[in-house]
């Protein structure tokens, strides 16, 4: 249903966003990425197409994910929306793995196990309801 909408407005990021979770969330990553790389075209400021596209992009590449990079994508977001509670937590988890990966890299320990940002309870793509995306 949701690509149909999307085929009727296209334009609309809501409905791109939207799409984009639904995918993920059936495991349609790779099918996935598209929707929130579209919705960020059409509405560049979107947390919600930035962070379903960094988490989703982070999922493809678990075996070796730009963690760096990723937070780098998603600092300048902070400026724009700087009480979203998921981009804060997002942005958070992501420091906190870079700083913990540096420690053991340091320190020459293996690296340990650790489930990925929407696979730990909470799911870091943010606003289920779209709001703030449009």
């Known amino acids: 249903m949701l690509k149909q909408a999307v ?9 791109l966003v939207q799409t984009g979770r639904a995918l ?20 560049p400021e979107s947390v919600a197409a930035a962070l379903g596209a960094v988490d989703t992009r982070l999922l493809l590449h678990a075996d070796d994910p730009d963690l760096r990079g990723s937070l ?6 902070l400026k724009l929306e700087p009480h979203n509670e998921d981009l804060i937590y997002y942005v958070g988890r992501l420091r906190d793995r870079i700083q913990r990966d540096a420690a053991l890299e ?4 293996p690296e340990p196990e650790e489930p990925q940002p929407d696979q730990e309870g909470g799911d870091p793509d943010p606003d289920p309801e779209g709001a703030d995306a449009g």
């Open 7 to 15: 085929a009727l407005a296209p334009e609309n990021d809501t409905f």
């Open 24 to 43: 993920k969330a059936a495991g349609q990553r790779e099918e996935a990425l598209p929707y929130y790389e579209r919705a960020l075209e059409i509405h």
């Open 72 to 77: 780098e994508f998603l600092e300048p977001f």
């Open 106 to 109: 340091e320190a020459g320990s």
